[in-house]
């Protein structure tokens, strides 16, 4: 995917995508390129990889990632996550708590059912291509490893079923579609499932590292 000159390009998502980020401007247009605000996780190292790759190309990136967040939470933030920064690139990871909230815990009323999940999705993505209808829209694969939380609760079959809802919302939305279930079904070959997601959900350093090269793997092609 050809990202213009002067894009701004937004990361969104949940934990995986937050990664402690500073919140210092939660309502109001923060700064692009900050370290502290970009976060420790993927979405920093690739704002970095990407900025170092094309100085020249006054990239301002940004995330708006929040912990916790579910596809119907990501939706409802719309003016603070999506319409206040005006993006032209949107890179979207969501839907593992809709899974881990939810079935996973026992408790289905707390989680995003698998028919509203993909209502929700295409009813956000809809919005964007309306609003800004030059717009790239990367959307990324909800993903586990088989370590942690993801042993000792119930997130299959629920989890793999999101992760099809997903694609299939890409195959008719995404201009780039980042699978990243793949990518860490190929890591666990090459050292534990602890070692890249010590619960089975969020990412180590090193997890995070690998994400960050595949996303600029399947962007930049």
Not at 44 to 55: C, E, I, Q, S
Not at 155 to 179: N, T
Not at 185 to 207: I, K, N, R
Request: hydrophobic share 40%.
């Amino acid at each position: 995917m050809n990202i213009p000159p002067n894009a701004t390009i937004l990361f969104q998502g949940d934990s995986i995508t937050d990664c402690n980020r500073e919140r210092q401007f939660p309502d109001q247009m923060p700064p692009a390129n900050q370290p502290p605000a970009l976060g420790h996780g993927y979405a920093g190292r690739a704002a970095a990889k990407l900025l170092a790759r094309f100085p020249d190309q006054n990239y301002s990136i940004f995330n708006r990632g929040i912990s916790g967040n579910r596809i119907i939470q990501l939706r409802d933030r719309w003016e603070t996550g999506f319409n206040l920064i005006r993006p032209d690139v949107v890179s979207i990871l969501i839907g593992v708590n809709d899974t881990w909230h939810g079935v996973a815990k026992g408790t289905p009323e707390n989680g995003v059912g698998l028919e509203e999940y993909d209502r929700v999705y295409r009813e956000l993505l809809e919005k964007l291509k309306e609003t800004f209808p030059k717009i790239k829209l990367v959307l990324c694969e909800p993903f586990v490893v088989e370590c942690g939380a993801v042993l000792r609760m119930n997130f299959h079959p629920d989890i793999d079923r999101r992760r099809e809802l997903a694609r299939k919302v890409a195959d008719e939305y995404a201009d780039v579609w980042v699978p990243f279930q793949e990518l860490f079904d190929g890591l666990v070959q090459e050292a534990p499932p602890e070692y890249w997601a010590h619960d089975g959900v969020h990412p180590s350093l090193a997890g995070h590292e690998r994400m960050a090269e595949f996303w600029l793997e399947k962007v930049l092609g």
